[in-house]
T-cell receptor, first 110, second 113 residues
Framework: TQLLEQSPQFLSIQEGENLTVYCNSS?????LQWYRQEPGEGPVLLVT?????EVKKLKRLTFQFGDARKDSSLHITAAQPGDTGLYLC??????????FGKGTMLLVSP | NAGVTQTPKFQVLKTGQSMTLQCAQD?????MYWYRQDPGMGLRLIYY???????DKGEVPNGYNVSRLNKREFSLRLESAAPSQTSVYFC????????????FGDGTRLSIL
């Protein structure tokens, strides 16, 4: 069973601060996806990283995929209250199944 | 433009009762998935269907059955509900390409007393 360790599990910060969320595995994934989930809704895709060493930016969010395709990170610059939510990383397996990390709950206070 | 529709949104059952969670998609995706989400546990795959007519077990299949009725619909059945099955259940759809996203419904919140 492939496992994804996500850290931290919970993060409470003030508006304007920077933060990084980590997603680590001992297994290699063909791709890694980051989702954001708001209360009462299903997860929504933020980004997919496929190539080792890849860096993708989505406004204030920067995603990196490790060279060995076993780990990834999400960095948020100048966090805003609208960034509050549960951030999930997920590694792609056979038949396009996904293995999810346990998630990072981010709370950004004004 | 519904995407993935799950019914019901909320349900309370007594231990031993049975029920079926319904999922329908208009994404024209071949693959469909059922997950459960528990506090601090992320999403865990229960069953999936890579294409119409096929189903396979995921990480936590015990106590559940599924039916891929047609390309659009994928149902999850609890034959004899147990308190340990209290959870939020999500249905998702996707393509056969691993770099493509899965699209999720808004979940069914199930409590078993």
């Amino acid at each position: 069973t492939q496992l994804l360790e996500q850290s931290p599990q919970f993060l409470s910060i003030q508006e304007g601060e920077n933060l990084t969320v980590y997603c680590n595995s001992s297994s290699v994934f063909s791709s890694l996806q980051w989702y954001r989930q708001e209360p009462g809704e299903g997860p929504v895709l933020l980004v997919t990283v496929v190539t080792g060493g890849e860096v993708k930016k989505l406004k204030r969010l920067t995603f990196q995929f490790g060279d060995a395709r076993k780990d990834s990170s999400l960095h948020i610059t100048a966090a805003q209250p609208g960034d509050t939510g549960l951030y999930l990383c997920a590694g792609a397996g056979g038949y396009s199944t996904l293995t999810f990390g346990k998630g990072t709950m981010l709370l950004v206070s004004p | 433009n519904a995407g993935v529709t799950q019914t019901p949104k909320f349900q309370v059952l007594k231990t031993g009762q049975s029920m079926t969670l319904q999922c329908a998609q208009d994404m024209n995706h071949n693959s469909m998935y059922w997950y459960r989400q528990d506090p601090g546990m992320g999403l865990r795959l229960i069953y999936y269907s890579a294409s119409e007519g096929t189903t396979d077990k995921g990480e936590v299949p015990n106590g559940y059955n599924v039916s891929r009725l047609n390309k659009r619909e994928f149902s999850l059945r609890l034959e004899s509900a147990a308190p340990s099955q209290t959870s939020v259940y999500f249905c998702a759809t996707g393509t056969e390409y691993s770099n493509q996203p899965q699209h999720f419904g808004d979940g069914t919140r199930l409590s078993i007393l």
